[in-house]
């Protein structure tokens, strides 16, 4: 459970001024929710989630977890960040089982865990790879294994498909939306694509421009496990795109 | 990439070092300076200086003080580096007295630190230690200041705490950037060694070049400055080998195949 209070953040700019990335959010996700945050570039959706996260602190309001407020990261939050942010010097392996060794857990123990991971991402025979040797969409398959291996409860996705192409894309959120169904973790997702927001979760957030501010909150009332292929045939899927697009064309307007 | 004979590198190293010495050849014939011999002259004088104990003697000691001072500044250098480029207190606190320290030339030490510790090696030790340190440090501190903040984010989510994040996660990060500061310090390390045994004149290398100066058996001389010449590229070879492994993850280290 994420309590998100009358959030704000203002950076300090070089040039001596002060900028409002974020002003009075106030969110609630249960547990084991998928909630996608939906803006325009610029809106301080990354920030968000980086509050969330613990690397960023707030300026106003607070974020409880658990009924616990966030000061600082921890491994109940697992971030999946658009840069893949994996270990260079590691192979995957490597990066998979770093934060089981992180936390005591034995070596031969963490690998044996860390192929488990590795096959559920389908990157079993890349285990001795290093990143550089890997495609995109392989790079990020390697850093969610890495983050769901220490087994958060709350997983803060910041536009992790961003930067792959459109087909890698729709693969990548086919098997995390599978994996999700299995692990029922709660998810924080930040995304500027309207049908990823609406294929993948239960609840999309819609921020406007700058300072970003809650505009909407909108239910997407589709049954799972969810097949992209008949969502598209579906009204009330393509009745949310429809709606949720108005509304980011609205705050961008706004913005 | 296989070219002709000619391209390998070892046929231009060997090709160059012959046009050196037809040169170096020419003008000592040409001069006829006694303090200029021929390359022959010197290269006959090698086999004396490298079967005599004393000189192997003093060219062992020179190397131990060397490593000794080349490992003092990997301990101290590394880490200030790098809590440098992470933290803008430590940087700010310390980039005044290291930007003071940076160009003054090392060996202009050597006279108050022989007054303070003596002739002995410790002194060597210590201003070779200060030569190789501020390359190292500089270059630690600007690759610790370019890794991705992200790879920071990822450990400190795992339950990382700072102390380990400087050592397992930015040293790491940052080591392609850390390993050409301590590239640069083995040439720092091969220089400051020699001059300071020409200022603390007590035994090692460079007192061997000037006693043969001293005594004007030039062939010596230049004997020995080929010894340094050959010590300094054989250990920039095996520093380039090592680099190469410790790097062989990163995304340059294809590109930065110098030889």
Redesign the interface.
Known sequence: MIQIEQLGKTFQTARGTSHTAIRDISLEVPAGQFVSILGPSGCGKSTLLYMV???EQASSGRILVNGREVR????D???V?Q?Y?L????TVLGNVA??LR??GVARSEAEARAMRWLEKVKLKDYAHF???ELSGGMRQRAAIA??LA?E?KILLMDEPFGALDAHTRLTLQAELLSLWEQLQNTVLFVTHSVDEAVYLSDRVVVLTGTPGTVREIVDIDLPRPRVRADLLRSSAYQEYIIQLEKLLVASEAHA | MKGAWYERPAVVMLMVVVLIGAVWSALSSALGFSSFPSPLAALRELPHLLLDPAALWAIAQSLGRMFVGYAWGLVFAIPIGLAMGRSRSVHDFLFPLVSLIYPMPKAALMPILMLWFGLGSFSKIFVIAMGVSLPMLYHSCLGASRIEGKLVWAAQAMGMGPVARLFRVVLPAALPEILIGCRVGVVMALIVMVSSEMIARQEGVGNLLFTSMDMAQYSSVYAVILVLAVMGVALDWVFERVRRHLTRWSESAVERKLY
Not at chain 1, 72 to 75: A, F, T
Not at chain 1, 87 to 90: A, G, N
């Open positions: 996260g613990g690397f600082d990261p921890g491994p939050r697992g971030p960040f840069e942010a270990f260079p010097w590691k770093y934060g992180e936390q290093y990143p550089r890495r983050t220490y958060p």
